[in-house]
C-alpha cells in the first residue's frame, strides 16, 4: 500500500509539477490504493478522499481539464468528486 503514496509523494514534490500532472499523481495513488484489499488501504483511501475534497477547488480543477482537452469534462462523472 506504501509503493504508490511513496512514488506519488515523489512526483508531488517535484518542482515541475503543475495542477493538471498533479491531478494525474492523485488518480495514480487512488487507483493503486484501490487495488489493495486490506482494511488499512480503505481507511487510507477514504481519508485521503476527504481530506482532497475539503482541500481542492472543482472549479478550478474543472478548467485546468478544460483547458488542457476541452473533452475532459465529458468523460470525469462529477467535478468535484475523485472517481473511486
Do not use: V, W
Not at 2 to 26: F, M, V, W
Not at 41 to 48: H, I, M, Q, V, Y
Not at 57 to 73: E, F, G, M
Amino acid at each position: 500500500m506504501l509503493e504508490p503514496a511513496k512514488i506519488a509523494t515523489e512526483y508531488l514534490s517535484s518542482r515541475s509539477i503543475n495542477l493538471l500532472s498533479g491531478e494525474g499523481a492523485i488518480k495514480f495513488l487512488i487507483d493503486g490504493i484501490k487495488e489493495k484489499s486490506s482494511c488499512l488501504a480503505k481507511s487510507f483511501k477514504e481519508a485521503l478522499i476527504d481530506r482532497i475534497e475539503n482541500r481542492r477547488d472543482p472549479t478550478l480543477i474543472s478548467l485546468i481539464l478544460y483547458l488542457s482537452n476541452h473533452d475532459a469534462l465529458n468523460k470525469q462523472s462529477s467535478l468535484g468528486r475523485i472517481d473511486c
